[in-house]
């Protein structure tokens, strides 16, 4: 069991693995090693205090080349669920579990509003992990709501177990080649069913399917991590980015606003802290 | 009256008028333009995110290039104390008064421990600013406090006014040349006198003086602005950076621990958002 999990490779989390290897803590670091797509599509950040006037693509850069010199290391794991165990967290990704005495979640915000529907059928027919659950859906027929190109090689992986992918683009359109790949024009607009996932609905079309896959950056903290207290969308921390959870700690755009990247990497650095003093105190209590 | 001042030129005081500014609000800058010392003695910081292992010398020519190119002014002044006035603030600098509806405090921790007697004798005959008192003592004795080179430029110019000075050195000696300032090897250990000062004690030694001023780069907080509240030495805030005085936020290491860069940013730009917040409330309410 590691001493720490970050979730999340934003400004947030960064901050937070430099933060905890500075600290010497042992921990496992979970997220895209591109980094935040947000980062790199920033057009130019003024008040970044120490990077003057920065494009989103040099500070995506820079951040790559801090944690390549640091020697930290990214896995390449989208995570879809966080549980308790005995004595910390089980983070599940796909097939892989990890497990840690703490965990900091900085899987930052959902830019796109949930789907009608989409919370109601989870793990009823909605997923968000393409690799956990891809292989429910061997040639049966699906729905799959992609954010960005970045999600494009799971949409191939789901298309090599369905029969048939519907694919709707929940932000700007773009292509993924496939033959049983079916890319719809009008919006994702609900999700129906009964005790699972049916159909889902575009433009009054009803689309009958046997389930749907949301792969989004950002997945909603709490239906990410059980019992997690949020508040009007966001993780409901104190200044320490303690949440109600004991060990479970939260920084950066799923603290709530400003949605600024100075704020999320001072609460990574801050969780980073919050970290080694819970682990002292429960060193201490063993 | 300006919509907001922000005291001090350190990490949280730069992330904050860099936000000021992006949000375009109308403010005062207040600090020392060769900016927090604290940064440039910095060996090498390796957990702020964006700036790979960098010196503090390298971090605080960066942080300068960006001030000069945001276009920013700092106004160099060393404030000795905030006020409430009709509407908002205002915050003495020696003889001249900046007023604002809204006050930025990010002045850093004391460096140094206050000296037994500090507290009690503050208005009578303590005081932290030679540029607004320094004339009160003119043919005088007097013992200076001071925590780095620094604060030479003021030890001569009190030099100016007194008969004598007698120079303690909180931290590093080091020496400024004056026919009458004697620079003293022993430790300011104690501040004594009755209804005003009459003297310093250094190991052991009584030494009769009319005044002592302690020119430190902080100076604690609840002593700089009336009515503040703290604890442990802290400005109590909220996530918000909000203290317990309507318009009145605290930033960096002034909040508490860790005491960190990347904390200081990211707090400076929270209480930059809440700001223009409570510029936004002030404005519905008239």
Redesign the interface.
């Known amino acids: 069991m590691k001493d720490c999990i970050i979730i999340g490779t934003g400004?947030a989390g960064?901050?937070a693995a430099?933060?905890l290897?500075?600290l010497k803590i042992d921990f496992e670091w979970l997220g895209s090693p591109q980094l935040s797509y947000k980062i790199r599509v920033a057009e130019n950040v003024?008040?970044?205090?120490?990077?003057?006037?920065?494009s989103g693509s040099d500070?995506h850069g820079?951040?790559l080349?801090?944690i390549e010199?640091?020697g930290l290391t990214i896995t390449d794991k989208r995570v879809n669920g966080v549980y308790p165990v005995d004595g910390g967290y089980s983070v599940m990704c796909g097939g892989d579990a990890y497990e840690a005495k703490t965990v900091i979640v900085a899987t930052g915000i959902e830019a796109v509003k949930p789907v009608a529907g989409e919370r109601e059928f989870l793990g009823r027919g909605v997923s968000y992990c393409a690799v956990c659950d891809g292989f429910l859906y061997k040639d049966k027929t699906i729905a799959v709501a992609v954010e960005s190109a970045e999600e494009a090689h799971e949409v191939q992986l789901l298309a090599q177990y369905a029969r048939t992918v519907y694919l709707f683009c929940l932000k700007k359109k773009f292509e993924v080649r496939g033959d049983n790949i079916k890319i719809m024009d009008g919006r994702l607009d609900e999700i129906t069913g009964d005790m699972r996932v049916r159909a889902v609905v575009s433009g009054g079309e009803e689309i009958p399917v046997d389930g749907v896959f949301m792969l989004k950056s950002a997945v909603a903290a709490d239906n990410l991590v059980h019992g997690l207290k949020t508040e009007g969308g966001h993780v409901v921390?104190?200044?320490s980015g303690a949440t109600n959870l004991a060990g479970v700690f939260a920084a950066g755009d799923i603290t709530?606003?400003?949605y600024?990247y100075?704020?999320?990497?001072?609460?990574?650095?801050?969780c980073a802290?919050s970290v080694n003093a819970y682990l002292n105190s429960i060193k201490v209590g063993n």
């Open positions: 400004v960064i901050s430099l933060t290897k500075a003024k008040n970044y205090a120490g990077l003057p006037s920065v500070m820079a951040f080349r801090q010199g640091e921390v104190d200044r709530g606003r400003p600024q100075a704020k999320a990497a001072g609460e990574g650095n801050v802290y």
